[in-house]
């Protein structure tokens, strides 16, 4: 049974940070590409950072690069996503997911179809 689960979610004002994290089980996360979706009310599920298994290379959607980024912590199991400079436009459900095989980082953001999924966070980003 290999499973995912988020958490750090919640509300944050626009400008502010955040950090989600992404704890796994059953397996282990650093023999595994990782990457971190994200869906809106209404819109579909994208891809907002991907971190390939093969090379290490990480995408990233348009809409956050420079603000969004990714670490790893290997005696945790866990993988985080750092946000900066939140928008009400990334207020959504976001969800980690793990793929053993092998895929480019912007693929595996692409692709969709991955092996786990976490249950998902929301973030919500207000005044």
């Known amino acids: 049974q290999l499973q995912l689960v988020e958490s750090g979610g919640g509300l944050v004002q626009p400008g502010g940070s955040l950090t989600l994290s992404c704890a796994a089980s059953g397996f282990t996360l650093d023999n595994y590409a990782i990457g971190w979706f994200r869906q809106a009310p209404g819109k579909e599920r994208e891809g907002v950072l991907c971190?390939?298994?093969?090379?290490?290379?990480?995408y990233y959607a348009d809409s956050v690069k420079g603000r969004f980024s990714i670490s790893r912590d290997n005696a945790k199991n866990t993988v985080y996503l750092q946000m900066n400079s939140l928008k009400p436009e990334d207020t959504a459900i976001y969800y980690c997911?793990?793929?053993?095989?092998?895929?480019?980082?912007?693929?595996?953001?692409?692709?969709?179809?991955?092996?786990?999924w976490g249950q998902g966070t929301l973030v919500t980003v207000s005044s």
């Open positions: 997911a793990a793929e053993s095989l092998t895929y480019t980082a912007q693929a595996m953001c692409d692709i969709k179809y991955l092996e786990v």
């Open positions: 971190r390939a298994k093969s090379d290490g290379r990480t």
